[in-house]
DNA sequence: CATGAAATGAAAGTAACTCTCAAAATCTAG
DNA sequence: CTAGATTTTGAGAGTTACTTTCATTTCATG
């Protein structure tokens, strides 16, 4: 059994009886295009790789393909964490500094995402140096997690959200933190990305080491 | 005179007769098509202007419109700044904060930019917001504005500039001024850009207003 | 089992981009 | 000024991601 497969554990069909044939069947679907989309790239290149080769090995329809992913980088990038990331950040306590929060859960997604399927998250950033489309979906959803960021700042601190100040401080964070996941890549994947995490909290919290000696 | 053409002023082949007619053509081409995508866009918007529309009105052919740019977004987004803030920066007094030779860089380039063609400016933040393969672009540029960044940095602060916080800390800036250039396109473009910058400079270096009160 | 709703596949279409090659424009020598 | 080398351009055919439409199949429900 290959690596890849091993992230189908938590959200197989299986593992949830209580859905209908009709949503465990558009689960097994969406696996099956992103293992064919996954071993094709690997077997291929990302390039190389067509979206009606991804089909056929999944046996559907192009169409099928369109309808479950808008985009083939989405094939590659979309998965299911982020609701996991809201439900962990809410979960925090109240007086937590919120970067301690931040902190907490990125530890917390980037241990289940190891656990569950290191080499996907490897091929994931090898992707985002090569790639330019795959690199701006990846801008992209960091974005978002981006606006989960200021609420969580104005919660805490009671600044608007949509404020310049709020918005630039929660970007400098994605694009910092976006910088790791690159760098780590672009250093064949030496290090724990947990650490290189924590020394990059450090720099946005604190500035650059020698800065303020 | 259109607002669009005020473009032209400074590269135009008329003010530098030193070269042969080839390259002054080749000018004229990438002018000419610049033109008419901004013209285009503006009457009928980006998705609905293709590179069939583009080529006909700058009376040339789809291939050498590619010839000129290798994308739709590059034809909006591609400028000739870069160069002038490499060198505007350099010619900052070696003992200035680096922060402060970026601000003024900023500063410069922004005023060049507004003087010179500020609907331009507003134009390309506005499908920055609308359109993501605009809005990708545009990171990218910012990334490697972001390299001129690290240069800085290492130069006055003997840091790394490969090293992970050195890379963290550049591309927190780069994020955070990209997100200042949203935030103005998405507020109606009130305010100016200027003041805009320099309160995200602000946060960027002392974290946000009442964090350490 | 029958009826309605949802998912699929087939097929045709659009548009960005690539490649190739021959024609045209410009440059350079003599 | 002309001949030949070089560069730039245009025409055309091809690839592929993505869209849209519609008929068919598959599942859910009473």
Do not use: C
């Amino acid at each position: 059994m290959s690596p890849m497969t091993a992230a189908r554990s938590r959200f197989s069909p299986a593992d949830r009886p209580q859905l209908g044939l009709r949503e465990r069947k558009k689960i097994k679907t969406r696996e099956a295009i992103r293992d064919a989309t996954y071993a094709l790239i690997k077997e291929q290149g990302y390039d190389a790789t067509t979206i009606e080769q991804i089909a056929d090995r999944a046996e559907v329809s192009p169409s099928t393909v369109f309808r479950y992913f808008p985009t083939k980088e989405d094939i590659v990038l979309t998965d299911e964490y982020d609701p996991l990331m809201v439900e962990e950040l809410r979960a925090r306590p109240a007086d937590e500094s919120w970067i301690d929060s931040l902190r907490h859960v990125i530890h917390m997604a980037l241990d289940t995402m190891m656990a569950e399927d290191p080499e996907v998250v490897r091929m994931r950033a090898h992707l985002g140096i090569q790639i330019p489309a795959v690199r701006s979906r990846m801008v992209e959803s960091m974005s978002e997690t981006g606006r989960l960021i200021r609420e969580s700042i104005a919660e805490r601190t009671g600044l608007d959200p949509d404020s310049l100040e709020v918005r630039v401080y929660a970007m400098s964070l994605t694009g910092g933190l976006m910088e790791v996941y690159m760098h780590w890549a672009e250093n064949d994947f030496r290090g724990e990305l947990r650490d290189l995490v924590d020394r990059a909290l450090d720099v946005l919290e604190h500035g650059l080491p020698t800065e303020n000696p």
